[in-house]
């Protein structure tokens, strides 16, 4: 029932992942021009990457029996449907993290991916995961522990990118 459900969630995640890909391009070109045009387009980007994605979980939703039985015929749905849901369970907080990743990336502001990344994950993720596999033996906590450090590393890259960054004519010297 995990692969099934690691397999969904895969097929799932590749239509916010296209969003945040198409939203690091044009942020990019916005911010070359101007970081006062990127920051403006920002909520746009961020609305249409969130309409995308509930589309994705809605048509995922609609076709979940479907692809239940393509991969795993013999499984119990119910087990599916229920590790599927804790794979979801941190998935605003994975929202704004990659989304807000994409635009510390388009600012080349890698110190912030790195530390805030590393750092949650072997002071929170790891620990907690750890932690949830030990006290409940249950997959669903295991997975659902996600949010923890998703929720922590969303807020650093949300913080970080409505921090200025250098001007346009900083960035074409270099």
Same mark, same amino acid.
């Given at each position: 029932?995990?692969?099934?459900?690691?397999?969904?969630?895969?097929?799932?995640?590749?239509?916010?992942?296209?969003?945040?890909? *198409? *939203?690091?391009?044009?942020?990019?070109? &916005?911010?070359?021009?101007? @970081?006062?045009?990127?920051? *403006?387009? $920002? @909520?746009? $980007?961020?609305?249409?990457?969130?309409?995308?994605?509930?589309?994705?979980?809605? =048509?995922?939703?609609?076709? !979940?029996?479907?692809?239940?039985?393509?991969?795993? =015929?013999?499984?119990?749905?119910?087990?599916?449907?229920?590790? $599927?849901?804790?794979? $979801?369970?941190?998935? @605003?907080?994975? %929202?704004?993290?990659?989304?807000?990743?994409?635009? !510390?990336?388009?600012?080349?502001?890698?110190?912030?991916?790195?530390?805030?990344?590393?750092?949650?994950?072997?002071l929170?993720?790891? @620990?907690?995961?750890?932690?949830v596999?030990?006290?409940?033996?249950?997959? %669903?906590?295991?997975?659902?522990?996600r949010?923890?450090?998703?929720?922590?590393? &969303?807020?650093?890259?949300?913080?970080?990118?409505?921090?200025?960054?250098?001007?346009?004519?900083?960035?074409?010297?270099?």
């Open positions: 029932a995990a692969a099934v459900a690691t397999r969904i969630y895969m097929i799932f995640c590749r239509v916010p992942q296209a969003c945040f890909a *198409s *939203s690091f391009v044009l942020y990019s070109y &916005a911010y070359g021009r101007s @970081p006062q045009e990127a920051t *403006s387009i $920002l @909520p746009r $980007l961020t609305k249409y990457s969130a309409v995308a994605t509930v589309a994705a979980l809605i =048509a995922t939703a609609a076709v !979940l029996p479907w692809l239940d039985t393509m991969f795993g =015929a013999e499984i119990d749905r119910g087990l599916v449907i229920w590790l $599927l849901v804790a794979y $979801l369970v941190p998935l @605003p907080a994975y %929202f704004y993290e990659q989304l807000y990743a994409q635009v !510390l990336v388009a600012k080349e502001n890698s110190r912030v991916l790195f530390v805030a990344s590393t750092v949650t994950t072997f929170f993720t790891i @620990p907690l995961a750890w932690w596999t030990a006290q409940f033996a249950d997959p %669903f906590w295991s997975l659902a522990s949010w923890l450090g998703a929720t922590i590393i &969303a807020i650093v890259f949300v913080a970080a990118a409505r921090q200025p960054g250098p001007n346009v004519g900083e960035l074409r010297s270099v």
